[in-house]
């Protein structure tokens, strides 16, 4: 998909802002072709067609606060899908760290057993010598 902004040809524009009566369709306030904006309600990156189904008359101010809260989302989105990245790597590292503990308290143990059978060993050479 290129990344060229698509956007939607002066005769769309304006039947839209005809359609829309010269009024930004956000807030009411009064645009005319120049100060009008053509918003894509379904943005180009997500399938959305140019489209007069998909063409909204807005103000600038509008515009920039409807991209404001589409970037807003995207970032939480963003949020959320590395947080659920993060739990899955500190979930995989505690396990790991469970079973080199595991690992460790079984390694000790035996070593208890040889230190042990070691001692009567020696006890045991040292009772044979006397």
Known sequence: MSL???SFSKKMKKRALN???HM???CGKQVVMTTGEAHHI???SQGGQNSASNLK??????HIKIHQELD???ALKIRKKNKRNYQADSDIIIKNLKDTFIGLAKFLEELDKISKLTKDAVNEL???LK
């Open 19 to 21: 359609r829309a009566k």
């Open 42 to 44: 379904v943005p180009i």
């Open 4 to 6: 060229r902004k698509k």
């Open 72 to 74: 807003r989302i995207e």
């Open 126 to 128: 040292s009772n044979n």
């Open 24 to 26: 930004c369709e956000v």
């Open 57 to 62: 008359i807005v103000c600038r101010p509008c």
